[in-house]
């Protein structure tokens, strides 16, 4: 048999005492009967000797009680503290989520800040760049200004003057940026530099009414300065200067436009001038056009008595084109067509002769009860084509083409020709009037009159 140390064999005899102890003291704390018997005899033993006189029910009361408390945990008292954590600990689901809600928020905030800083401090170089653009723009309305004030006027001194004053004067007009260029390097932005927004926004407008202001004047001025050029230009051609002494209408125009100029007056409009100077071409043209026309009627060897209402349309268009309009321009045209026409034309006038249609119709005046006469007649060819021409109504004025109309006579050719047309249904003769190439008018009997209708 191995011999064992003695080292080793008290090491184990300590722990096995250890052992044996602890269950002593559990058996003996587990074996209430007679835990509680000891306990009592050793008690009274105690008072005994102490000449202390207590009853056993005291003494019993007394060894159940402390029974009911040795195996009992006293929980020591906690502060505030303490009882707060556990509080917490014991609501961590509530809590963690109004916490999570709380802190949420926070960031939320934080970033809707975060957020608005970012668009301030934007806002603010932004603004700033503008301002220094505008500052630009106006050096370089400075320069074309300078550049405008080298132009030679003619005729539109006094306005330009006063475009010229006013330009002078907002260019004059410093607008000081006290504001220097912002540097914004925190992450939030406070009052301060709001306040530094506010006061470029304000730089930025007043800079920006004066850029536009200015802007709209020099243009205003170089507007004029232009239509000042052209119009002198106009006014001093030769061209023009003769023009003028055939079409007094020019140079009052002109005037009209200096004396406003002279006025002081800004807009002024040459185009009306141009217009009119630009249509004298076109008169010279009808002029020649007329001279080809009369021509023409001479070559047909219309005698002057005919040309009477020719000689009325050309004096009327005449006189318009020496003032420029052309209002009349096309019924002339129109007129001088019909008029060349009817003189190449040979014509008859010629009386219905129809069984079923009338030949003639008495007209009874209600003012006067007094009578007139007409035979309803045709302009026609010697090829039988009906041609139309123009004829005025004695009773309207109403003037127009007509292919059939009512030719006044006197009551004697009427009551002839109604005695030939009733004798057996047609007129043996009914040829009232003729006009033969190079007439405009017809050829007619005492017994015609010059009276026409258009109705009846």
């Given at each position: ?152 006027i003619i005729f ?240 309207t004025g109403d ?48 017994s015609v009159k ?7």
């Amino acid at each position: 048999m191995r011999e064992v140390k003695l080292s080793d064999q008290l090491g184990a005899m300590a722990i096995i005492d250890e052992l044996y102890q602890n269950q002593q003291l559990l058996l003996e704390h587990l074996d209430r009967e007679t835990l509680h018997n000891n306990l009592k005899q050793s008690i009274e033993d105690y008072y005994q000797t102490q000449n202390l006189a207590i009853d056993d029910k005291t003494i019993e009361k007394g060894i159940n009680l402390w029974f009911d408390k040795r195996l009992r945990f006293n929980a020591p008292k906690r502060s505030w503290l303490q009882r707060f954590l556990v509080a917490c600990y014991l609501k961590r689901t509530r809590l963690f989520t109004i916490v999570g809600i709380i802190i949420l928020l926070l960031i939320l905030i934080i970033s809707s800040r975060l957020v608005q800083t970012e668009k301030l401090k934007n806002n603010i170089f932004i603004t700033y760049n503008h301002i220094l653009a505008s500052q630009q723009s106006l050096n370089d309305l400075n320069n074309q200004f300078d550049e405008l004030n080298k132009y030679q006027i003619i005729f539109a001194q006094t306005p330009a003057k006063h475009l010229k004053d006013s330009i002078a004067n907002l260019l004059n007009k410093q607008i000081a940026l006290s504001i220097d260029k912002p540097e914004i390097e925190k992450s939030f932005v406070f009052q301060k530099e709001e306040d530094t927004l506010e006061k470029l926004q304000q730089t930025n407008d007043q800079i920006s009414q004066k850029l536009s202001e200015i802007s709209t004047l020099i243009t205003q001025l170089r507007i004029l300065l232009e239509q000042d050029k052209k119009l002198a230009k106009l006014i001093h051609n030769k061209e023009f200067i003769k023009a003028t002494k055939q079409y007094p209408v020019l140079q009052i125009a002109a005037d009209k436009v200096i004396d406003a100029l002279n006025q002081g007056q800004k807009d002024i409009d040459i185009n009306h001038i141009e217009t009119l100077y630009n249509s004298v071409d076109r008169a010279e043209a009808l002029k020649i056009k007329i001279d080809a026309d009369n021509k023409q009627l001479q070559a047909l060897n219309v005698p002057i008595k005919d040309m009477a209402p020719v000689t009325t349309l050309q004096n009327e268009i005449k006189a318009n084109l020496t003032n420029l309009n052309f209002e009349h321009v096309e019924l002339y045209h129109q007129m001088m067509s019909y008029f060349i026409k009817l003189a190449q034309t040979p014509l008859t006038l010629t009386i219905i002769d129809n069984p079923d249609s009338k030949s003639g119709i008495e007209r009874t005046h209600k003012n006067t009860n007094g009578k007139s006469w007409y035979l309803i007649v045709k302009p026609m060819t010697p090829t039988g084509i009906n041609i139309p021409i123009l004829v005025q109504s004695i009773e309207t004025g109403d003037i127009q083409l007509a292919s059939i109309f009512g030719q006044q006579v006197t009551q004697q050719a009427f009551n002839s020709v109604k005695a030939d047309k009733s004798a057996d249904g047609h007129i043996d003769n009914n040829k009232l009037c003729d006009k033969p190439v190079g007439r405009l008018s017809f050829n007619c009997p005492s017994s015609v009159k010059s009276g026409r209708i258009l109705e009846w």
